[in-house]
């Protein structure tokens, strides 16, 4: 984890998230703990055969709730063959074919098939 970049603006000031989410996978307490000291509120559930109160922060469910929205829209652009294959091999032509899969899924959203011409 220590080797994300984490860039600044201006002043150089450096940008850090205000939580992170993750599934059970990522509950250890030296996560916990690494979390907290840079300053971000780790939003992991705890396992089963572990005791939830000696934990130094509370779950916050609603925020990890939010979490399966980012891995809906992960799970439907791998549905999106160009996208999932990666036939584009410059990454601005692959970046412009994941806004162009963006673009039409939300197109499909607000003009249902039936309405269209």
């Not at 996978?25 to 109160?53: A, F």
């Not at 939010?66 to 584009?88: N, P």
Request: proline share 6%; aromatic share 8%; glycine share 6%.
């Amino acid at each position: 984890m220590k080797q994300v970049d984490v860039h600044g603006t201006g002043d150089s000031i450096p940008i850090v998230p205000a939580k992170l989410a993750g599934d059970k996978g990522y509950r250890y307490d030296w996560i916990d703990k690494w979390l907290i000291d840079e300053g971000i509120t780790p939003v992991i559930p705890s396992k089963q055969n572990e005791d939830r109160t000696a934990r130094p922060v509370e779950f916050d469910k609603p925020s990890y709730r939010k979490r399966a929205i980012i891995e809906q829209l992960i799970g439907w652009l791998k549905e999106c063959r160009r996208v999932a294959t990666r036939y584009e091999k410059l990454a601005r032509h692959y970046l412009s074919m994941v806004k162009l899969s963006m673009i039409g899924r939300y197109l499909r959203l607000i003009a249902p098939a039936d309405s269209r011409v």
